[in-house]
């Protein structure tokens, strides 16, 4: 079934690349914040807020998913070196100190409009501590990305491990209004 599924995605992944992968950021996005909601905030079925969970799928579909496909095929092509450790550590680097600090502002600020807040407070508030949290979990996790995936597979990795991450994200988003 696992290795059917995989097979499946894999053909949609060759024919519709970002496509793909921006419905399945959309999916996983989603995902995490209704992990967020659920285990988390302990909201229950009724107190689930399913326009919050909308706004994480648009965000993730429309938004991260055309984002990180870009990017990664951007450091695939533009960062190469010699070593492949020095590689993985240059992709690593960039990936830290320019895509995270934007990202997780355009994420904060996209909330906040959508939800109809100042996305200035939002950013004042939140981003500098996001950003220290991602700077604790993300360096690792793009070191295995950027080794050991390949460039097609990297953004579904990303989402996987962004189940927690959005968890995350979505409670700081919520606590900051």
């Known amino acids: 079934m696992v290795i059917g599924l995989f097979r499946w995605y894999n053909g949609r992944l060759a024919a519709r690349p970002l496509l793909t992968?921006?419905?399945?950021?959309?999916?996983?996005?989603?995902?995490?914040?209704?992990?967020?909601?659920?285990?988390?905030?302990?909201?229950?079925?009724?107190?689930?807020?399913?326009?919050?969970?909308?706004?994480m799928?648009?965000?993730?579909?429309?938004?991260?998913?055309?984002?990180?496909t870009t990017?990664?095929?951007?450091?695939?092509?533009?960062v190469n070196l010699k070593n492949p450790r020095?590689?993985?550590?240059?992709?690593?680097?960039?990936?830290?100190?320019?895509?995270?600090p934007v990202m997780i502002g355009?994420?904060?600020?996209?909330m906040a409009t959508m939800e109809g807040n100042s996305a200035k407070e939002r950013l004042e508030k939140t981003w500098w501590p996001a950003?220290?949290?991602?700077w604790m979990v993300w360096p690792f996790v793009q070191i295995i990305n950027f080794t050991f995936?390949?460039?097609?597979?990297?953004v579904l990795f990303a989402n996987v491990i962004s189940i927690g991450?959005?968890?995350?994200?979505?409670?700081?988003?919520?606590?900051?209004?």
């Open 21 to 55: 992968q921006s419905i399945t950021t959309a999916v996983l996005f989603a995902t995490g914040d209704i992990t967020a909601q659920q285990l988390v905030e302990k909201r229950g079925l009724k107190g689930h807020d399913l326009t919050r969970t909308g706004r």
């Open 57 to 68: 799928a648009l965000y993730g579909g429309c938004v991260f998913g055309p984002v990180a």
């Open 71 to 78: 990017w990664f095929g951007f450091l695939a092509r533009r």
């Open 86 to 100: 020095l590689e993985t550590l240059a992709r690593v680097a960039c990936d830290q100190t320019l895509f995270a």
């Open 106 to 110: 355009v994420f904060l600020g996209s």
């Open 131 to 134: 950003l220290r949290t991602n």
């Open 149 to 154: 995936l390949p460039l097609q597979h990297r």
């Open 165 to 177: 991450w959005n968890s995350y994200l979505s409670w700081v988003n919520s606590q900051s209004k």
